[in-house]
Nanobody
């Protein structure tokens, strides 16, 4: 059974940094594309970043390019999202998601099959 557990959220001032972690289990890590989404109340869930270790693909939504970095550690099946230069508009619940299909090139539109429970990121101005 696919299992994704996020951690690392919290409260940070604008301009600060946070690193989110997603511990994955129940599947062969490099056979899945894994990424991060975020959602604020009343809005659609937004794809933020995706990494496909098997195909060597990394993609970001335009609003986070140059500020966020997604990475993976295949030795302990963990995905990270390093978030720098945070802005109040980055405030959201952040979710880790995975799918066997290679969806990274469609990070803005694709909705993976498997999701974590989310972790809250709040950026104060």
């Amino acid at each position: 059974e696919v299992h994704l557990v996020e951690s690392g959220g919290g409260l940070v001032q604008a301009g600060g940094s946070l690193r989110l972690s997603c511990a994955a289990s129940g599947f062969t890590f490099d056979e899945y594309a894994i990424g991060w989404f975020r959602q604020t109340p009343g809005k659609e869930r937004e794809g933020v970043a995706c990494i496909d270790s098997g195909d060597g693909i990394i993609e970001y939504v335009d609003s986070v390019k140059g500020r966020f970095t997604i990475s993976s550690d295949n030795t302990d099946n963990t995905i990270y999202l390093q978030m720098n230069a945070l802005k109040p508009e980055d405030t959201a619940a952040y979710y880790c998601a995975a799918d066997r299909l290679s969806w990274c090139r469609h990070v803005s539109s694709y909705k993976p099959d498997y999701w974590g429970q989310g972790t809250q990121v709040t950026v104060s101005s």
